[in-house]
């Protein structure tokens, strides 16, 4: 047995599940240790556990979030067998079909999920947790100033942010946090998922697109599209892009918005992974239209939006 597999079995054997025999590591995490134990019945259950948990109430924000992307909008989730300070554990799903008519699906359940989950207000009742980090959802009704303090500056104190983000580019964010009006559109809040990326999308047992590891919040519905957009979606969900623009009447520059939207995720594993696969590199390159020239004159940077 693995180090990880071991450590995850004496987790759930402290918290009561004393039927489980076994645990297969599972592949694709990145904050938690994760795998599939298998019960005295038979059955099995999906487990993941931290070694050092962020805080004591990280599992139960998730399994709140869960929760609520299934009663709210309607999205299938596991369901929660346990969640306490420890360990989170949930019924297994199955890996997604690779097929067109899936990242379909996928479309209408986000896009559902978008447009009938409307807020007046920008945040969440309680902070929760973007993998091993704070995710900050102080009510705001301002949507640009929430995105701006909340879901970008709020990262400039991470260690790791702070030695791979130099002044000129911790400037540079600042300044088009202060231009964000003009970068994009006024959108209403809407309830996300909040981590969507591809490895977050998976299937019920008959089929139906289900998500994990929600990081809910109502904000942009564009965050979560951000999201897949840029983290290299299989070449199947191509159609999913094209169907969730339809459903939901997207503008056409909906894709130049992508990278300044992404700059919160790519903040975010700068701040707890280390390498960060190239996020940091990402950040600067979305930053430099913001960097101010040495040039003398009042030339105003141009947005990589138009």
């Given amino acids: 047995m693995t180090d990880g597999a071991a450590f995850l079995l004496g987790q759930l054997h402290a918290a009561g599940l004393g039927d489980v025999v076994g645990v297969e590591p599972a592949v694709g995490g990145l904050a938690a240790t994760a795998g ?16 050092e948990p962020p805080s004591e109430g990280a599992f139960a924000a998730e399994a709140e979030g869960l929760t609520v992307l299934r009663e709210a909008g309607g999205v299938a989730t596991p369901e929660v067998v346990l969640a306490d300070r420890d360990l989170l554990v949930l019924s297994v799903l199955r890996p997604r079909p690779a097929t067109e008519v899936f990242w379909e699906q996928v479309a209408q359940v986000l896009a559902r999920l978008h447009t009938t989950t409307r807020s007046a207000r920008f945040g969440w009742h309680q902070d ?18 929430f995105f701006a303090q909340h879901r970008l500056l709020r990262w400039l104190d991470e260690p790791r942010v702070q030695q791979a983000v130099d002044a ?35 299937a019920t047992a ?47 520059g909906w894709r130049d918005r992508m990278p300044i939207l992404q700059l919160r995720q790519h903040l975010a594993v700068i701040a707890q992974f280390d390498p960060d696969w190239g996020a940091a590199d990402l950040v600067r390159d979305t930053l430099a239209p913001f960097r101010r020239r040495p040039t003398a004159g009042t030339h105003q940077p141009r947005s990589p939006a138009g």
């Fill in 36 to 51: 599939l134990a298998r019960r005295g019945d038979g059955t099995s259950v999906f487990v993941k556990a931290f070694g």
């Fill in 128 to 145: 929760n947790w973007l993998g091993r980090r704070r995710q900050v959802n102080t009510w705001n009704d301002d949507g640009f100033e």
């Fill in 168 to 202: 000129a580019d911790r400037a540079a964010l600042e300044r088009l946090c202060d231009r964000l009006p003009e970068l994009l559109p006024v959108r209403p809040a809407c309830l996300t998922h909040g981590d969507l990326w591809a490895m977050n999308v998976m």
């Fill in 206 to 252: 008959d089929g139906r697109p289900a998500l994990i590891d929600p990081a809910v919040s109502y904000t942009w519905a564009e965050v979560d599209l951000a999201h897949l957009w840029t983290t290299a979606p299989p070449p199947e969900a191509h159609v999913f892009f094209e169907r969730y623009a339809e459903l939901t009447g997207l503008d056409r």
